[in-house]
């Protein structure tokens, strides 16, 4: 499953970035790993590619395809992992519209127009994978979503309201829907995924887990998916979400 050619965006801290350190760890590491960032400094010496990407800039993103479909050659990319987010401070009371556009453009407008871009590379290598079904090394998209954008089992405003955030991973979970309806012809796997509760900036030191756990349990999780996780927000454990 490591050896794929794989993205994932937000690799500058959180997260993203232990993806990219756990994933260049493994015995059997992928054999690309671009992490896209807004400052890739420091970076290089880690992962064969890196280099800046701004979700919500097209250009950016245009500009990262190219230079992604240029170093791979002919070869497509495998898994798309979309990470890159913000979580702004706000309650019913307190946000604005500029809140919660700003947020939507990253949250979920940022992802939509990575997948537009990175597609041909993602229908590439879905045909050119000797698999059959759903994978992850086939060719997967996998959207970072939150326990805060279930409908079926939300946390209470006390402990979550950061209202922006949690509407814009509501609709990051419809557009992994849509994407599964549409690009299971092609091959390739749509799945969103809670990480849980993490110590990261975004889910202070009073998250229940740290981010090496959670990323242990998120590459546990992907190298374990297939069709029933198509369309469906899994979290860190591979249970289902209900949105």
Same mark, same amino acid.
């Given at each position: 499953?490591?050896?794929?050619? +794989?993205?994932? =965006?937000?690799?500058?801290? @959180?997260?993203?970035?232990?993806?990219?350190?756990?994933?260049? !760890?493994?015995?059997?590491?992928?054999?690309?790993?671009?992490?896209?960032?807004?400052?890739?400094?420091?970076?290089? %010496?880690?992962?064969?590619?890196?280099? +800046?990407?701004?979700?919500?800039?097209?250009?950016?993103?245009? %500009? %990262?395809?190219?230079?992604?479909?240029?170093?791979?050659?002919?070869?497509?990319?495998?898994?798309?992992?979309?990470?890159?987010?913000?979580?702004?401070?706000?309650?019913?009371?307190?946000? =604005?519209?500029?809140?919660?556009?700003?947020?939507?453009?990253?949250?979920?407008?940022?992802?939509?127009?990575?997948?537009?871009?990175?597609?041909?590379?993602?229908?590439?290598? %879905?045909?050119?994978?000797?698999?059959t079904g759903l994978s992850c090394s086939k060719a997967a998209i996998i959207n970072v979503s939150t326990i805060g954008g279930s409908i079926g089992n939300a946390p209470s405003m006390a402990t979550f309201s950061v209202i922006s955030y949690r509407c814009s991973k509501i609709a990051l979970?419809?557009?992994?829907? +849509?994407?599964?309806?549409?690009?299971?012809?092609?091959?390739?796997? +749509?799945?969103?995924?809670?990480? !849980?509760?993490?110590? =990261?900036?975004?889910?202070?030191?009073?998250?229940?887990?740290?981010?090496?756990?959670?990323?242990?349990?998120?590459?546990?999780?992907?190298?374990?998916?297939?069709?029933?996780?198509?369309?469906?927000?899994?979290?860190?454990? @591979?249970?289902?979400?209900?949105?």
């Amino acid at each position: 499953y490591f050896k794929p050619m +794989c993205l994932v =965006t937000g690799a500058n801290r @959180g997260i993203g970035l232990e993806l990219v350190r756990q994933l260049v !760890g493994k015995p059997n590491p992928p054999e690309w790993l671009f992490a896209t960032c807004r400052d890739p400094v420091g970076m290089q %010496a880690q992962v064969r590619s890196s280099f +800046c990407l701004l979700t919500k800039d097209p250009n950016s993103i245009q %500009a %990262a395809a190219k230079e992604t479909a240029t170093r791979l050659g002919g070869s497509g990319l495998n898994l798309l992992i979309n990470n890159a987010g913000v979580m702004p401070e706000s309650t019913l009371e307190s946000v =604005t519209p500029e809140d919660m556009l700003d947020v939507y453009k990253i949250n979920v407008v940022g992802p939509m127009l990575m997948t537009q871009a990175f597609l041909p590379l993602l229908k590439k290598a %879905a045909q050119r994978s000797p698999q059959t079904g759903l994978s992850c090394s086939k060719a997967a998209i996998i959207n970072v979503s939150t326990i805060g954008g279930s409908i079926g089992n939300a946390p209470s405003m006390a402990t979550f309201s950061v209202i922006s955030y949690r509407c814009s991973k509501i609709a990051l979970n419809m557009l992994t829907r +849509c994407q599964s309806l549409e690009y299971k012809k092609d091959g390739i796997l +749509c799945t969103a995924l809670h990480p !849980g509760w993490v110590k =990261t900036e975004l889910g202070t030191e009073k998250a229940e887990l740290t981010v090496d756990e959670s990323v242990r349990g998120i590459l546990k999780v992907l190298s374990s998916l297939s069709e029933e996780h198509h369309g469906i927000v899994v979290d860190w454990k @591979g249970r289902t979400v209900p949105w």
